[in-house]
């Protein structure tokens, strides 16, 4: 049985923007850095919150992320940019390049920013919610490190390569699908890892296409390229795993091409036998629905086909019908009230980390 250990959402937002200072990061930059990962937490997603805070830890201490943002504009025309990251703190380039999309789609109608050589990012639903608070739609799409097999293959050479897109409606929430485009995600395994659970579905292959539930052991394995996670549909065409792999292709494409960017293996962190930068991709698009209809309409319909379908007839009448957003926007006040929950394994990072860096906010 999982111990409860539970954070208050204030204070765990002011430790890691603690760390993310003491590691050099700007008071600035650190506070969007952190405020990205408490979205998460209250969003009840948990592998891309205060759980990955160690990851950040280790790349900035290892030379893999450049801790003072840096970003160069290479192109800037109209509705169109293009940056380099230069390596920097991802949530950072991703929020500024997201806010100039929506600042050119005030004037254009349309705005996009494509990125290179960039560094994880966290959720990438966070970036279309900017354009939410605009009266606008927005997506944002990200290429990630190789984990994933091409239907038909078992090396793992894309990442999971998620999309998240977000609607305004007249509804208390707007619509926002943000998911990877394979089965799981490498950083849900991780949390099964820390809960010493194994993985409960078919959804994990080693290089003889035999199902892998040790989370442990997947790790390891994806590591050495003996593993790879399965796009969604799963194993080969049945059930609809080349859907999934296109969906991924259609991410690598955004995020690598129209920067001149990295893609693919290019992306593994590891050149020459060595770690290095991960370079990886992002594309940020806004809508400004004002310049195709009226805001007011627009939100009815979304609304309309948002309430529809959660009238439609259900198999069971305990059974409640969602759409795209409405789950993790109702968990964010229970986990103000609660707190973020972790386990025991992250708690042992967490002391690692306010132990190393003699932080002054305590959270344990």
């Given at each position: 049985?999982?111990?409860?250990?539970?954070?208050?959402?204030?204070?765990?937002?002011?430790?890691?923007?603690?760390?993310?200072?003491?590691?050099?990061?700007?008071?600035?930059?650190?506070?969007?850095?952190?405020?990205?990962?408490?979205?998460?937490?209250?969003?009840?997603?948990?592998?891309?919150?205060?759980?990955?805070?160690?990851?950040?830890?280790?790349?900035?201490?290892a030379?893999?992320?450049?801790?003072?943002?840096?970003?160069?504009?290479?192109?800037?025309?109209?509705?169109?940019?293009?940056?380099?990251?230069?390596?920097?703190?991802?949530?950072?380039?991703?929020?500024?390049?997201?806010?100039?999309?929506?600042?050119?789609a005030?004037?254009?109608?349309?705005?996009?920013?494509?990125?290179?050589?960039?560094?994880h990012?966290?959720?990438?639903?966070?970036?279309?919610?900017?354009?939410?608070?605009?009266?606008?739609?927005?997506?944002a799409?990200?290429?990630?490190?190789?984990?994933?097999?091409?239907?038909?293959?078992?090396?793992?050479?894309?990442?999971?390569?998620?999309?998240?897109?977000?609607?305004?409606?007249?509804?208390?929430?707007?619509?926002?699908?943000?998911?990877?485009?394979?089965?799981?995600?490498?950083?849900?395994?991780?949390?099964?890892?820390?809960?010493?659970?194994?993985?409960?579905?078919?959804?994990?292959?080693?290089?003889?296409?035999?199902?892998?539930?040790?989370?442990?052991?997947?790790?390891?394995?994806?590591?050495?390229?003996?593993?790879?996670l399965?796009?969604?549909?799963?194993?080969?065409?049945?059930?609809?795993?080349?859907?999934g792999?296109?969906?991924?292709?259609?991410?690598?494409?955004?995020?690598?091409?129209?920067?001149n960017?990295s893609?693919?293996?290019?992306?593994?962190?590891?050149?020459?036998?060595?770690?290095?930068?991960?370079?990886?991709?992002?594309?940020?698009?806004?809508?400004?629905?004002?310049?195709?209809?009226?805001?007011?309409?627009?939100?009815?319909?979304?609304?309309?086909?948002?309430?529809?379908?959660?009238?439609?007839?259900?198999?069971?009448?305990?059974?409640?019908?969602?759409?795209?957003?409405?789950?993790?926007?109702?968990?964010?006040?229970?986990?103000?009230?609660?707190?973020?929950?972790?386990?025991?394994?992250?708690?042992?990072?967490l002391?690692?980390?306010?132990?190393?860096?003699?932080i002054?906010?305590?959270?344990?």
């Open positions: 049985m999982e111990n409860n250990i539970f954070l208050q959402v204030e204070k765990t937002y002011q430790f890691m923007k603690d760390v993310f200072i003491e590691l050099g990061i700007s008071e600035e930059d650190a506070g969007i850095c952190a405020d990205v990962l408490i979205a998460s937490d209250l969003r009840g997603i948990k592998s891309h919150g205060i759980g990955r805070l160690k990851m950040y830890y280790d790349r900035i201490k030379g893999l992320i450049n801790p003072k943002t840096d970003i160069e504009i290479i192109k800037d025309k109209k509705s169109v940019a293009v940056w380099d990251g230069k390596h920097s703190m991802g949530h950072v380039v991703a929020k500024k390049a997201m806010q100039t999309a929506i600042d050119k005030q004037k254009y109608g349309l705005g996009s920013v494509a990125v290179r050589n960039s560094t990012f966290g959720i990438a639903g966070y970036y279309p919610l900017m354009a939410i608070q605009n009266n606008m739609i927005g997506m799409v990200t290429n990630a490190r190789p984990s994933v097999a091409p239907t038909f293959s078992y090396e793992p050479i894309f990442g999971t390569n998620p999309i998240a897109f977000s609607a305004p409606s007249d509804m208390e929430f707007p619509f926002l699908f943000d998911a990877a485009t394979s089965i799981i995600q490498r950083g849900k395994v991780e949390v099964y890892n820390r809960k010493k659970v194994d993985i409960p579905g078919e959804w994990i292959i080693d290089n003889n296409g035999d199902f892998l539930k040790n989370p442990g052991e997947i790790i390891k394995k994806l590591l050495n390229k003996n593993a790879a399965l796009p969604i549909g799963g194993l080969g065409e049945t059930d609809g795993g080349h859907k792999y296109g969906l991924a292709i259609l991410v690598e494409i955004l995020s690598a091409a129209l920067q960017g893609y693919l293996d290019d992306l593994s962190g590891i050149k020459d036998g060595k770690n290095t930068y991960h370079q990886l991709g992002h594309f940020f698009l806004a809508i400004n629905i004002d310049f195709y209809t009226d805001i007011d309409d627009f939100k009815k319909i979304v609304g309309n086909i948002m309430r529809k379908l959660k009238n439609s007839k259900k198999l069971s009448k305990e059974q409640e019908i969602f759409v795209a957003g409405e789950k993790e926007f109702y968990k964010g006040p229970e986990i103000k009230k609660s707190g973020i929950q972790i386990n025991p394994g992250l708690q042992q990072n002391k690692i980390i306010q132990d190393e860096l003699k002054k906010t305590k959270i344990l």
